[in-house]
Protein backbone atom coordinates (compact mmCIF):
# COMPACT_ATOMS: atom_id res chain seq x y z
CA UNK A 1 0.00 0.00 0.00
CA UNK A 2 1.19 3.62 -1.16
CA UNK A 3 0.22 7.06 -1.20
CA UNK A 4 0.46 9.13 -4.16
CA UNK A 5 3.43 11.40 -2.82
CA UNK A 6 5.39 8.06 -1.88
CA UNK A 7 5.06 6.88 -5.41
CA UNK A 8 6.10 10.26 -6.99
CA UNK A 9 9.30 10.08 -4.00
CA UNK A 10 9.96 6.57 -5.75
CA UNK A 11 9.70 8.28 -8.95
CA UNK A 12 6.30 7.65 -10.55
CA UNK A 13 4.84 10.61 -12.60
CA UNK A 14 0.92 11.19 -12.34
CA UNK A 15 0.57 9.13 -16.00
CA UNK A 16 2.58 6.03 -15.16
CA UNK A 17 -0.07 6.11 -12.04
CA UNK A 18 -3.06 6.69 -13.97
CA UNK A 19 -1.65 3.87 -16.38
CA UNK A 20 -1.30 1.01 -13.71
CA UNK A 21 -4.77 2.06 -12.37
CA UNK A 22 -6.47 1.79 -15.36
CA UNK A 23 -4.65 -2.01 -16.32
CA UNK A 24 -5.28 -3.23 -13.21
CA UNK A 25 -1.76 -3.21 -11.48
CA UNK A 26 -2.63 -0.51 -9.09
CA UNK A 27 -6.07 -0.28 -6.82
CA UNK A 28 -7.73 2.66 -5.68
CA UNK A 29 -8.62 2.31 -1.44
CA UNK A 30 -8.83 5.78 -0.63
CA UNK A 31 -8.27 9.25 -2.41
CA UNK A 32 -4.38 9.08 -3.01
CA UNK A 33 -3.82 6.01 -1.30
CA UNK A 34 -3.12 2.81 -3.70
CA UNK A 35 -2.37 -0.94 -3.34
CA UNK A 36 -0.87 -3.55 -5.72
CA UNK A 37 -3.23 -5.98 -4.88
CA UNK A 38 -6.81 -5.83 -5.60
CA UNK A 39 -8.99 -3.09 -3.71
CA UNK A 40 -10.70 -5.00 -1.11
CA UNK A 41 -8.71 -4.77 2.41
CA UNK A 42 -9.67 -7.80 4.54
CA UNK A 43 -8.32 -6.51 7.81
CA UNK A 44 -8.80 -3.66 9.69
CA UNK A 45 -5.02 -2.87 9.58
CA UNK A 46 -5.11 -2.29 6.44
CA UNK A 47 -8.29 -0.08 6.25
CA UNK A 48 -6.19 1.89 9.30
CA UNK A 49 -3.29 1.90 7.82
CA UNK A 50 -4.91 3.21 4.79
CA UNK A 51 -6.82 6.08 6.75
CA UNK A 52 -3.77 7.13 7.77
CA UNK A 53 -2.00 7.44 4.38
CA UNK A 54 -5.12 9.42 3.27
CA UNK A 55 -4.27 11.85 5.84
CA UNK A 56 -1.09 12.94 5.48
CA UNK A 57 2.92 12.29 5.83
CA UNK A 58 2.44 13.10 9.80
CA UNK A 59 -0.81 11.77 10.13
CA UNK A 60 -0.97 9.09 13.14
CA UNK A 61 -3.78 6.05 14.13
CA UNK A 62 -5.07 7.45 17.19
CA UNK A 63 -7.98 7.94 19.86
CA UNK A 64 -10.21 4.73 19.41
CA UNK A 65 -8.44 3.30 16.61
CA UNK A 66 -5.06 3.39 18.64
CA UNK A 67 -7.00 2.11 21.15
CA UNK A 68 -7.60 -1.11 19.38
CA UNK A 69 -4.42 -1.49 17.30
CA UNK A 70 -2.73 -1.16 20.49
CA UNK A 71 -5.18 -4.29 22.19
CA UNK A 72 -6.18 -1.93 25.05
CA UNK A 73 -9.85 -1.47 24.08
CA UNK A 74 -12.27 -3.67 21.99
CA UNK A 75 -13.04 -1.86 18.06
CA UNK A 76 -16.72 -1.43 17.39
CA UNK A 77 -16.03 -0.43 13.33
CA UNK A 78 -17.25 3.54 12.97
CA UNK A 79 -14.78 6.32 11.61
CA UNK A 80 -11.27 5.46 11.93
CA UNK A 81 -9.80 8.04 14.24
CA UNK A 82 -6.43 9.86 12.64
CA UNK A 83 -4.68 12.48 14.06
CA UNK A 84 -3.24 15.41 11.92
CA UNK A 85 -1.06 18.14 12.69
CA UNK A 86 -2.98 20.62 10.88
CA UNK A 87 -6.89 21.35 10.99
CA UNK A 88 -8.68 18.83 8.28
CA UNK A 89 -11.90 18.10 7.44
CA UNK A 90 -13.44 15.06 8.68
CA UNK A 91 -15.72 12.46 6.15
CA UNK A 92 -18.01 9.24 7.16
CA UNK A 93 -14.86 7.44 7.03
CA UNK A 94 -11.90 9.37 9.17
CA UNK A 95 -12.25 11.19 11.99
CA UNK A 96 -9.72 13.51 12.45
CA UNK A 97 -8.13 15.00 14.89
CA UNK A 98 -5.81 18.05 14.96
CA UNK A 99 -2.56 18.28 16.66
CA UNK A 100 1.01 18.32 16.65
CA UNK A 101 2.21 15.28 18.02
CA UNK A 102 5.87 15.04 19.88
CA UNK A 103 8.08 12.66 18.03
CA UNK A 104 8.75 11.05 22.16
CA UNK A 105 4.57 10.43 21.91
CA UNK A 106 4.41 8.78 18.52
CA UNK A 107 5.10 5.10 17.77
CA UNK A 108 4.63 2.07 14.97
CA UNK A 109 2.65 -1.12 15.54
CA UNK A 110 1.86 -3.36 13.25
CA UNK A 111 3.65 -1.14 10.49
CA UNK A 112 1.34 1.71 11.31
CA UNK A 113 2.12 4.84 12.54
CA UNK A 114 0.28 5.39 15.53
CA UNK A 115 0.15 7.62 19.04
CA UNK A 116 1.78 6.14 22.27
CA UNK A 117 -0.17 3.80 24.28
CA UNK A 118 0.05 6.25 27.32
CA UNK A 119 -0.76 8.93 24.62
CA UNK A 120 -3.99 7.38 23.43
CA UNK A 121 -4.78 6.74 26.71
CA UNK A 122 -4.53 10.54 27.89
CA UNK A 123 -6.61 11.41 24.67
CA UNK A 124 -9.37 8.78 25.48
CA UNK A 125 -9.75 10.34 28.78
CA UNK A 126 -11.54 13.07 27.53
CA UNK A 127 -14.25 10.86 25.41
CA UNK A 128 -14.48 7.93 27.90
CA UNK A 129 -15.68 7.31 31.28
CA UNK A 130 -13.70 6.71 34.63
CA UNK A 131 -14.04 3.05 34.28
CA UNK A 132 -13.17 3.15 31.05
CA UNK A 133 -9.71 4.78 31.51
CA UNK A 134 -8.84 2.40 34.56
CA UNK A 135 -9.66 -1.11 32.07
CA UNK A 136 -7.30 0.46 29.00
CA UNK A 137 -4.75 1.69 32.20
CA UNK A 138 -4.90 -2.20 33.45
CA UNK A 139 -4.93 -3.32 30.31
CA UNK A 140 -1.93 -1.89 28.64
CA UNK A 141 -0.28 -2.88 32.82
CA UNK A 142 -1.12 -6.72 31.81
CA UNK A 143 -0.09 -6.38 27.97
CA UNK A 144 3.18 -5.06 29.55
CA UNK A 145 2.63 -1.88 26.76
CA UNK A 146 5.38 0.61 28.45
CA UNK A 147 6.35 3.71 26.67
CA UNK A 148 9.18 6.46 26.55
CA UNK A 149 6.39 8.74 28.77
CA UNK A 150 4.41 7.78 31.29
CA UNK A 151 0.67 9.33 31.93
CA UNK A 152 2.75 11.77 34.57
CA UNK A 153 4.90 12.58 32.25
CA UNK A 154 1.64 13.63 30.16
CA UNK A 155 -0.25 15.04 32.91
CA UNK A 156 2.75 17.33 33.75
CA UNK A 157 3.72 18.43 29.46
CA UNK A 158 -0.47 18.94 29.24
CA UNK A 159 -1.86 19.55 33.07
CA UNK A 160 -4.74 22.03 31.62
CA UNK A 161 -5.98 19.54 28.92
CA UNK A 162 -9.50 18.23 28.68
CA UNK A 163 -9.14 14.76 30.09
CA UNK A 164 -6.41 15.40 32.69
CA UNK A 165 -8.23 15.64 35.62
CA UNK A 166 -10.16 12.50 34.59
CA UNK A 167 -6.50 11.01 34.32
CA UNK A 168 -4.98 12.14 37.54
CA UNK A 169 -8.30 10.83 39.65
CA UNK A 170 -7.94 7.07 37.50
CA UNK A 171 -4.18 7.04 39.34
CA UNK A 172 -5.01 8.48 42.07
CA UNK A 173 -7.99 5.52 42.71
CA UNK A 174 -5.05 3.12 40.79
CA UNK A 175 -2.32 3.87 43.91
CA UNK A 176 -5.31 2.88 46.53
CA UNK A 177 -6.17 -0.22 44.67
CA UNK A 178 -4.80 -3.30 46.72
CA UNK A 179 -2.21 -5.15 44.54
CA UNK A 180 -2.69 -7.76 42.33
CA UNK A 181 -5.38 -6.95 40.27
CA UNK A 182 -3.53 -7.18 36.95
CA UNK A 183 -6.03 -7.40 33.97
CA UNK A 184 -9.26 -5.05 33.35
CA UNK A 185 -12.87 -7.39 32.87
CA UNK A 186 -13.40 -5.29 29.56
CA UNK A 187 -9.69 -5.89 28.36
CA UNK A 188 -10.87 -10.00 27.67
CA UNK A 189 -9.65 -11.54 30.86
CA UNK A 190 -10.52 -11.89 34.24
CA UNK A 191 -9.11 -9.52 37.37
CA UNK A 192 -6.54 -11.49 39.03
Do not use: C
Request: hydrophobic share 40%; net charge positive; glycine share 10%.
Amino acid sequence: MAARRQLAEAGFLRTAIAVRLRTGRLHRIYGGVYSVAPRTLTSHQGHWMAAVLASGPDALLSHHTAAALWGIRGYSGGAIHVTVPHKSTSTKRFRRHSSRVPEDERAVEEGIPVTSVHRTIFDLAAHVDVDGVVAMIKEAEYLNRWDRLSLPDLLERYAGKRGSRKVRFVLQRLKEEPPGRKRSMTGGGTAD
